[in-house]
């Protein structure tokens, strides 16, 4: 029972990642083992082609986010950040004058006991 389950899963993650093609095989195959109708088989390839789009795209939308994700946590910058530093280039090499967008000092806070030299 356990090795039938896995062996379904198994399968199923092979159709979520297989193309047009391989996926029409595995339908006919599938509609042979289960002696399926014409309008059955093609009911199953639709499905199957469906759900296979479905998880790539899922896939590639997780792994996506996890890759922002992962750059983000090691600083790297994106295709944005080193764009918008290319442009501010151009503006200062052009002679134009932009805003300098300042980072507030770090306060150093002041001991009040600390001795004062004289």
């Given at each position: 029972?356990?090795?039938d389950?896995k062996?379904?899963?198994d ?15 595995a ?10 109708t ?67 000092a770090?306060k ?11």
């Amino acid at each position: 029972m356990f090795e039938d389950l896995k062996k379904s899963i198994d399968k199923g993650l092979d159709y979520a990642f297989m193309n047009a093609e391989k996926l029409a095989q595995a339908a006919k195959d599938l509609a042979k083992e289960h002696k399926l109708t014409k309008e059955e088989a093609k009911k199953l390839y639709d499905y199957l082609l469906a759900k296979s789009e479905e998880t790539k795209k899922t896939v590639e939308t997780d792994l996506n986010e996890l890759v922002k994700n992962t750059m983000k946590k090691m600083n790297i910058p994106t295709q944005d950040d080193i764009k918008k530093l290319e442009d501010r280039i151009k503006k200062l090499e052009s002679g134009k004058k932009i805003p300098v967008k300042e980072k507030p000092a770090s306060k150093v806070a002041k001991n009040p006991k600390a001795p004062t030299k004289k």
